[in-house]
């Protein structure tokens, strides 16, 4: 069996792809702030199939953390789905608030980078998989949005090290939704995909021949 380890694990698109990675034969490593949060998970996936970590992924050492827990209990990490994204309030720079944006960009960016390194030589020893949600608000101009030049920057940053890691004998995957009914919006989104529809991309991704890299997926609502 191969080990995934997901950030931002405890709902939305984490747990999702959580379920449906273990469906695949994976075991998993749910990682978020709260560990309580993800007990429910890891009990309906199995405690031999699942293992929660407390994780702030803005906080390198609590990744390395992670990352730690995960391979000592599984024996190693094929992949890990740096996954953990967070949005603000308020419209635009006008509109904005500097804390906000520095959270976001700190979780957004940074975190997703920290993630990575954390778990650099575990993904290279087992030639493993790495996949970044990025959004389909990163490849497409949005008037005013703060948050979506969080995600230009990770469309970018994920191109880059698939390049770098190309040689290594690493994928790596930019997961790009569209609108996604998830706890991440205060109020339902008439039309969105649901959770489970990213999450069955990112099973796609890592069940992939060897020799095939799906380096990006991008997935949207029929009706926008």
């Not at 191109?159 to 998830?182: C, H, W």
């Not at 069955?200 to 095939?212: D, F, G, I, K, T």
Request: with cysteine.
């Amino acid at each position: 069996m191969k080990t995934l380890l997901i950030t931002g694990a405890s709902s939305g698109i984490g747990a999702a792809s959580a379920k449906r990675a273990v469906e695949a034969g994976y075991r998993v490593g749910l990682a978020a702030r709260r560990k309580d949060k993800l007990d429910g998970l890891v009990a309906e996936l199995g405690e031999d199939k699942a293992l929660a970590v407390s994780c702030d992924v803005t906080d390198y050492a609590s990744q390395r953390a992670a990352v730690k827990a995960v391979t000592e209990r599984f024996g190693g990490l094929d992949a890990v789905f740096a996954n953990a994204g967070i949005g603000t309030k308020g419209s635009g720079t006008s509109g904005g608030d500097p804390e906000q944006w520095r959270q976001m960009v700190l979780t957004n960016v940074l975190g997703v980078m920290y993630t990575v390194k954390a778990a650099h030589e575990a993904i290279i020893a087992a030639k493993g998989h790495i996949l970044i949600t990025s959004s389909g608000a990163g490849r497409k101009v949005l008037s005013g949005s703060v948050y979506g030049a969080t995600k230009w920057a990770m469309s970018g940053y994920g191109a880059n090290l698939r390049e770098e890691m190309r040689e290594k004998g690493v994928k790596v995957t930019l997961i790009e939704p569209g609108m996604v009914e998830t706890p991440f919006f205060d109020e339902p989104k008439p039309g969105a995909l649901e959770a489970d529809d990213i999450a069955r991309a990112v099973v796609y991704a890592l069940s992939q021949p060897a020799n095939v890299l799906a380096g990006e997926i991008w997935v949207e609502p029929l009706q926008r």
